[in-house]
Every structure is written in structure tokens, then in C-alpha cells.
């Protein structure tokens, strides 16, 4: 499968634990983006790299972090979790990272819940 | 501020019925819209951006910069367009502002 991906897809952890959720982007994006999903609050973009490099921030906490590999791909660090961190959190990625718009390919996402 | 509103957060309609999803944008600067859909069990997708003038699966969306407005339409709706549809803007970069989007029900 040469789309995004995305591990593991189910992450069931308790409130003050810290996880990491992996995302592979498609062959040749150097963007990725990482978006938290929720009931309420709708899908909200958290953070956009490319390249290696924090490209722009969205609506993500401060405990919360994120970072890209030389090899591409990015990992997205809840620490501290609370009950209302529990969303569907999804990764995209797209081929460049700014100027004219590229399509962004959404990864099927990782469910977590945080008891 | 870039915001976009879907004000329907549920819609249903017929098979064979017209569908209208509504999306308003408050946007500073030139706006470039979207249209991304949901289907069960699948990934989000983009379904057209108001560049390309396209149809897909028969929806057209028109930019209408004097109502500030995208709506999504499909003159028959069909079962398989139930999903869940958002309309982002784009705000610099590459960033796409999604919101609560508006799930579509198609009944048979």
C-alpha cells in the first residue's frame, strides 16, 4: 500500500500516560499533518511539517508534540492524556508544503481512548 | 480569521432527491475552497476544489464570493453519497480548516 499509513489504529491508555502515534506518508510527500478528530469539536488541524521542519501550528496543546524524520516519517506525542483527549487522530500528507495547494491524502487513523 | 461554517450538521434526503450542502467561509484575502468527504469505514478524501470547475460522482460546488458561499450540489442523490462532508479553506501554507462538517443521510 503506497498511501498513508498509520499505527497502530486502536490505543486504549490511562489518563496521565503518555503515547506516540506513527504516520508514514505516501512515496515522495515531504508535508505531513497530523488533525484531531472529535465528536464536538469536528476535525481540527494540529500541525503541518516538511520536510523535517515544523512548517505550521494549529490548535494542538503543549502536551502534545510532533516531529518528522529524515526518512519522512512523523510521530505525534500525547503526554499527560486526558479523558477529553480521546479522539480519532488522523495524519495526512501532501506533496509540498506551501505555495499552490496540494491534495492532501488522509491515513485511516488511529483511535484513542483514554479511560 | 479564516472560519467556515456548515450550519446543517445532519442532512437527510431521498434517493433521487436534490441535495445541497451548504458551506459559508469568512475568509481575508483570496479563499481557496474544498470540498473532502467521509464514507463509512473509509479515509477522508478530497472530493473537488473550486479551481478545477469540476464535476464529481455529479456534485458541482460554486464559489459565490458575494454570499461568501460553497454549497455542494447534486441534482439526484444517489444511497452511496451518504457520508460525512466538510468544506476547509485553505489558510496559508498548506493548512485546510476543517470543522464539525455535516453528515449526509441518503434514505433509499
Known amino acids: 500500500d503506497s498511501g498513508v499509513t498509520q499505527t497502530p489504529k486502536h490505543l486504549i491508555t490511562a489518563t496521565g500516560q503518555r503515547v506516540t502515534l506513527r504516520c508514514s506518508p505516501r512515496?515522495?510527500?515531504?508535508?505531513v499533518y497530523w488533525y484531531q478528530q472529535s465528536l464536538d469539536q469536528g476535525l481540527q488541524f494540529l500541525i503541518q511539517?516538511?520536510?523535517?521542519?515544523?512548517?505550521a501550528k494549529g490548535n494542538i496543546l503543549e502536551r502534545f508534540s510532533a516531529q518528522q524524520f529524515p526518512d519522512l516519517h512523523s510521530e505525534l506525542n500525547l503526554s499527560s492524556l486526558e479523558l477529553g483527549d480521546s479522539a480519532l487522530y488522523f495524519c495526512?500528507?501532501?506533496?509540498?508544503?506551501?505555495?499552490?495547494?496540494?491534495?492532501?491524502?488522509f491515513g485511516p487513523g488511529t483511535r484513542l481512548t483514554v479511560l | 480569521a479564516q472560519r467556515v461554517t456548515q450550519p446543517e450538521k445532519l442532512l437527510s434526503v431521498f434517493k433521487g432527491a436534490p441535495v445541497e450542502l451548504k458551506c459559508n467561509y469568512s475568509?481575508?484575502?483570496?479563499?481557496?475552497l474544498f470540498w473532502y468527504v467521509q464514507y463509512s469505514r473509509q479515509r477522508l478524501q478530497l472530493l473537488l476544489r473550486?479551481?478545477s470547475r469540476e464535476s464529481i460522482k455529479g456534485f458541482t460546488a460554486d464559489l459565490n464570493k458575494g454570499e461568501t458561499s460553497f454549497h455542494l450540489k447534486k441534482p439526484f442523490a444517489q444511497e452511496e453519497d451518504s457520508a460525512m462532508y466538510y468544506c476547509?479553506?485553505?489558510?496559508?501554507?498548506?493548512?485546510?480548516?476543517f470543522g464539525t462538517g455535516t453528515r449526509l443521510t441518503v434514505i433509499p
Open positions: 495526512a500528507s501532501s506533496v509540498g508544503g506551501s505555495g499552490d495547494v496540494d491534495t492532501q491524502y
Open positions: 473550486h479551481i
Open positions: 475568509y481575508s484575502g483570496s479563499p481557496e
Open positions: 511539517y516538511y520536510n523535517g521542519e515544523e512548517r
Open positions: 476547509p479553506p485553505r489558510a496559508g501554507a498548506n493548512n485546510l480548516f
Open positions: 512515496s515522495g510527500d515531504l508535508s
